[in-house]
Every structure is written in structure tokens, then in C-alpha cells.
């Protein structure tokens, strides 16, 4: 597919698959992210999840179905709780993210950018969406509690979800992907772990 102003990409996504993409700053990984999910118009190809096509599905359902986590996501109401479909299931899992009992009830602009960025993750889980387009979820969380997103990424991705991870953190590359793309100018890449790592294109 070709976003805006974007190089073309051609990329399979396998269930149960975590694939990461890195790439120079602004050459467009959010914005492919945003097509994917049907967020931003393609100017052409086209984007399929087995057999349905984002060209003919509704775009809420195909956006239940392929969820798209921004960096920094946006809130509409006061405290986390009201964000959530089934709250009860969310409490299950707060402490998986090292996150506090009391946290879906605290005003959302006290929170730290790190706890914001794990309860959105909770949020783009909820009701298991086939695909996780994520992009940098854990830019702003220390080691323990960017161990913990990747644990849980893990999990989802062993139960059948797929996942497409922008991350400029080769490390964690290293620990959650299974194949690995760098996208510049001529196109997306796949490239090797060893490669990756190393940094080189
Ligand atoms: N809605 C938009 N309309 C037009 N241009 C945009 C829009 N959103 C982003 N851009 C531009 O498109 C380019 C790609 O942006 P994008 O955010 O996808 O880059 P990125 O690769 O994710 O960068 P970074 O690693 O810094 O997050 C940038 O030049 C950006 O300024």
C-alpha cells in the first residue's frame, strides 16, 4: 500500500506474530500504522485480515478488529474507568501492568504519561482485536514496567493475536519480534535480528 506521501509496502502480518518496524523519524510508521487501521486514507493498494478487506468493512468494525495504539493516546473523560467495555476484567489485569488498585478512578490528569500509556494498552486490548498496531507503547515506562507490556504482548500474541510494533528500542525488538522491517525512502525491509540490532539498514 502507499500512504500519503509514503513508500510503498508490501507486509504479511501471521497469527500469533510479532513483527516490529523501526525506521529514520518521520519517515512515516505512524502514518502506515493509521492506514492499516483505517485512520488515515491509503492513496493506493489495499489492507486484508483473512478473508474481509478494510475497502468494504465498516471502518468501526474493521477498527474493533485491528486496533491502532498512538504514542501518547487521547482521553475524552475524567478518570479511566468510563474507557473501558467491561471494567470488572480490566481490575484483573492492572496489576499485570504494575498499575495501582485504585487507578480507573483517578483523574486521568494526574496520572503519569507511563500509567496513561498502559492503560491505553489495556484499552486497544480489551475484546481481543485480531491485530495490535502499537506504536513506541512503552516510550515512557522504566524496565520493570516495559518488561511487563512485553509479557503481556507475549501472551496475546501465543493466544493468536498479531502485532505490529513500532519501536526504536532494538533490545526489546530483540525480545518480542519475531521477524523485524526497517522502512526508509525505497520501501519496508525485512531485515535480519543480527542486523537489527546492530542498527544497520
Ligand atoms: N495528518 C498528517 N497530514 C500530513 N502530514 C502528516 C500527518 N501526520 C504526519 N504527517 C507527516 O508525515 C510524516 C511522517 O510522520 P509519522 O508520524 O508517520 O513519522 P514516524 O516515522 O512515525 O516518525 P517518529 O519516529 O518521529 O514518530 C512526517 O513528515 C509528518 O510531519
Request: proline share 7%; charged share 25%.
Amino acid at each position: 500500500m502507499v500512504a500519503g506521501d509514503l513508500p510503498s509496502v508490501t507486509l504479511a502480518l501471521h497469527v500469533g506474530e510479532i513483527v516490529t518496524l523501526r525506521g529514520p523519524s518521520g519517515i512515516g510508521k505512524s502514518r502506515l500504522l493509521r492506514a492499516i487501521a483505517d485512520l488515515e486514507p491509503a492513496r493506493s493498494g489495499s489492507v486484508k485480515l483473512r478473508d474481509a478487506n478494510l475497502a468494504t468493512m465498516p471502518a468501526p468494525k474493521w477498527r474493533d478488529r485491528v486496533r491502532y495504539l498512538a504514542a501518547e493516546p487521547g482521553w475524552w473523560a475524567e478518570t479511566p474507568g468510563p474507557h473501558f467495555r467491561e471494567i470488572s476484567a480490566v481490575r484483573t489485569r492492572l496489576a499485570a501492568l504494575l498499575l495501582p488498585e485504585n487507578i480507573l478512578e483517578r483523574p486521568i490528569a494526574e496520572l503519569s504519561t507511563g500509567e496513561r500509556q498502559r492503560l491505553a494498552l489495556l484499552r486497544g486490548m480489551e475484546g481481543a482485536p485480531a491485530v495490535l498496531l502499537l506504536d513506541e507503547p512503552t516510550s515512557a515506562l522504566d524496565p520493570a514496567a516495559s518488561d511487563a507490556v512485553v509479557d503481556m504482548l507475549r501472551i496475546y500474541a501465543k493466544r493468536g493475536g498479531a502485532v505490529l510494533l513500532v519501536t526504536h528500542n532494538p533490545q526489546q525488538a530483540k525480545l518480542l519480534g519475531h521477524r523485524h522491517f526497517h522502512l526508509d525512502q525505497t520501501g519496508c525491509h525485512e531485515i535480519s535480528l543480527d542486523d537489527m540490532v546492530a542498527g544497520v539498514k
